[in-house]
């Protein structure tokens, strides 16, 4: 029997802009976590078992753009396994689905992690990161690969698409309080509505990807030097930009507001947007105060989670 554990993963700055060339940063998030154990199945066949979204199935019966039966062939398909030995891939997650935190990218690392170690061929980070990737296409087109590498890696890092992985350091650790909207919002729908907006007018759109850039350019010199205190107000910045480009919602707008009002130092929406999750910058002492606001103002649950 083999099991893997992947973590979820929040985008500190740099959203939508980075599925156009811009560069982001992103962190895991180690108190949730996907896991996939794999283990022998002698009534023969492989099944997938996946309670948390009621399934229950075995894989020849799923269809082949499934996400999980797109991952586990592709893992059969990168070891040169035509006829894979009978066993249960089991799922569990406590990464909350269709919001911000989820990632199909942490189910389908844990995933390629598990199977690849039980069928005696672990696979390292890279191929593991790039076969995230390719199952990161069935949840919404055009990714830019930033979620399926901080997953891989587990670390802070700084994305640019199609570049090498970049780690960045964190000069002095700071608190975050996650907020969840329990609203499912596919990333997919945003990301296709964002890019539908920028090809109205790419130039005005395109500028205000610069602008985020820039906004991760300070933030990235900020977290690295440790004055966390200063990103504060890029994450507010950077929240007004993500607005602009219409990914923002009434819940993540009060969630946003009530964090600032119980003394955040910053806030903003996390991922896709829509629903899903936003974060604010806190003293490590007013945390369960703005978790409590987060709370109050609708949010259906919150994470407390240190980076560096
Ligand atoms: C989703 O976590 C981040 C987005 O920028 C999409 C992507 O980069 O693939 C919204």
Redesign the pocket.
């Known amino acids: 029997m083999t099991t893997s554990s992947a973590p979820g993963?929040i985008?500190l700055f740099?959203?939508?802009?980075?599925?156009y060339g811009r560069p982001?940063l992103?962190v895991p998030v180690t108190q949730v976590q996907a896991t996939a154990t794999v283990s022998e199945n002698s009534r023969g066949g492989i099944r997938v078992e996946a309670p948390n979204i009621n399934l229950s199935s075995d894989l020849s019966r799923l269809a082949p753009d499934h996400p999980l039966a797109a991952v586990i062939n592709s893992v059969f398909s990168a070891l040169s396994i035509s006829s894979p030995s009978d066993c249960t891939v089991y799922i569990q997650s406590t990464i909350p689905v269709a919001a911000?935190l989820w990632?199909g990218a942490a189910v389908s690392v844990a995933v390629i992690r598990a199977l690849s170690e039980f069928l005696g061929q672990p696979l390292p980070n890279e191929r593991v990161s790039t076969l995230a990737y390719e199952a990161?296409k069935f949840h919404?087109g055009?990714?830019?690969?930033?979620?399926n590498t901080v997953i891989t890696y587990a670390r802070p890092v700084y994305f640019i698409?199609s570049k090498p992985i970049e780690i960045f350091s964190v000069g002095k650790p700071f608190t975050l309080v996650i907020g969840d909207t329990g609203i499912p919002a596919p990333?997919k729908e945003?990301?296709s509505d964002?890019r539908r907006l920028w090809e109205t007018d790419k130039t005005r759109w395109g500028k205000v990807f610069d602008e985020i850039e820039k906004i991760v350019h300070e933030a990235k010199k900020k977290i690295e030097s440790g004055e966390w205190k200063g990103i504060g107000s890029l994450m507010d910045q950077n929240h007004a930009l993500l607005q602009e480009l219409t990914?923002s919602s009434v819940e993540l707008d009060r969630l946003v507001a009530a964090g600032r009002r119980s003394g955040a130092l910053g806030a903003k929406l996390?991922?896709?947007?829509r629903g899903g999750n936003m974060i604010a910058l806190v003293e490590k002492e007013n945390a369960p105060a703005v978790a409590e606001a987060f709370r109050s103002a609708g949010a259906k649950r919150t994470i407390v989670t240190q980076v560096g």
């Open positions: 993963k985008i740099g959203e939508h802009a980075v599925v982001a992103a911000g990632s990161e919404h055009t990714p830019s690969g930033i979620d698409k990333t945003s990301v964002v990914v996390s991922g896709g947007g």
